[in-house]
Each structure stands twice: as C-alpha cells, then as structure tokens.
Nanobody, 125 residues
Framework: QVQLVESGGGLVQAGGSLRLSCTAS??????????MGWFRQAPGNEREFVAA????????SYADSVKGRFTISRDNGKKTMDLQMNSLQPEDTAVYSC????????????????WGQGTQVTVSS
C-alpha cells in the first residue's frame, strides 16, 4: 500500500508555470512497482485524466488537452512524482490529485488504487 501527499498548488496567471509534487510513503509493494498518474477535477466537471507514468518512468501518457505543456516525471529513489505545468490557462484550474496503481501504465481512474487529497491550482486570466 502507499500513502500519497500532493504539494505545489497555488495561484498563477495565465501563461505561467507551476510544478506539482507527489510524495509517496510505500509499504510492502515498493514505489517503483506502482504506476503513477495525475488527475484533475474542476467545479461542475468530472474527474479528468491528466498524465501517467510507468513503473520505471520510461513510458508516459498525456491527455490531449495538456500534451506539449505538461511533463510528468518520477524519482523512485526519492519516492516522488512531479507534474511540471507550463503555459497554464484558466481552463487548467482544478484540484489536482496524484494516484497510484499496481498496473504498469494506468490511464483510467478505475485503474488506480490509492489517491492523494489533492492540491488546488488556480489560473487567472
């Protein structure tokens, strides 16, 4: 099992950047054997897949809406996962959550077993 805590959210103007971090505390199954992902949910919207990264970090996937602007990464030694968000737009405003899955390359919300509490990202125009 794994416990996840997000950090790095905040207020940024359109065109700016933020870097979100997810710190994991894993027991039993090592962190390197969790596929990791980021999701977001804006008020009135369903939870949306943002990005995912495989066990070793050699495979990534992105939602079309963020591809080219966001970069997901992980450090299995530090047990962290980051989301670098560039060229932020007001439509990116949401609560961002990190999640862990036992699957190698999870992309769907139901593929994930563990979730963080989320961190608010607000992009002003």
């Amino acid at each position: 099992q794994v416990q996840l805590v997000e950090s790095g959210g905040g207020l940024v103007q359109a065109g700016g950047s933020l870097r979100l971090s997810c710190t994991a505390s894993a027991s039993g199954r090592p962190f390197s054997r969790y596929g990791m992902g980021w999701f977001r949910q804006a008020p009135g919207n369903e939870r949306e897949f943002v990005a995912a990264i495989s066990w070793s970090g050699d495979s990534t996937s992105y939602a079309d809406s963020v591809k080219g602007r966001f970069t997901i990464s992980r450090d299995n030694g530090k047990k962290t996962m980051d989301l670098q968000m560039n060229s932020l737009q007001p439509e990116d405003t949401a609560v961002y959550s990190c999640a862990a899955s036992t699957l190698l390359r999870p992309t769907k919300y139901y593929n994930y077993d563990y979730w963080g509490q989320g961190t608010q990202v607000t992009v002003s125009s």
